[in-house]
Nanobody, 120 residues
């Protein structure tokens, strides 16, 4: 079982930056799970944003965030980070941390979500 706890959401203006963190409580070999982020905007379905392999060697991004968002992983701290730059109003959403071998289609474990609001 993996518990995921996000932090770092908030209100930012268009063009600004935020960094999200996701701390995983690893109890078994679940530390080898790929980890990533999804988001759900107002009135929209949840969508894939990005994920990173367990060793941090490979990363994948949705086209809508390529070049603006960067995912990274600190294996020693069991923590994944999402650096979000050049934020747009359409990035407004609840961001969910996720872990599991089924990424990016879905995830085995989810965080509770953190709100990101980009104001114009």
């Amino acid at each position: 079982q993996v518990q995921l706890v996000e932090s770092g959401g908030g209100l930012v203006q268009v063009g600004g930056s935020l960094r999200l963190s996701c701390a995983a409580s690893v109890r078994t070999t679940s530390g080898y799970y790929p980890m990533g982020w999804f988001r759900q905007g107002p009135g929209k379905d949840r969508e894939f944003v990005t994920y990173i392999t367990w060793d941090g060697g490979s990363t994948y991004y949705a086209d809508s965030v390529k070049g603006r968002f960067t995912i990274s992983r600190d294996k020693g701290k069991n923590t994944v980070y999402l650096q979000m730059n050049s934020l747009k109003a359409e990035d407004t959403a609840v961001y969910y941390c996720a872990a599991g071998f089924s990424l990016p289609r879905s995830a085995n474990f989810w965080g509770q979500g953190t709100q990101v609001t980009v104001s114009s």
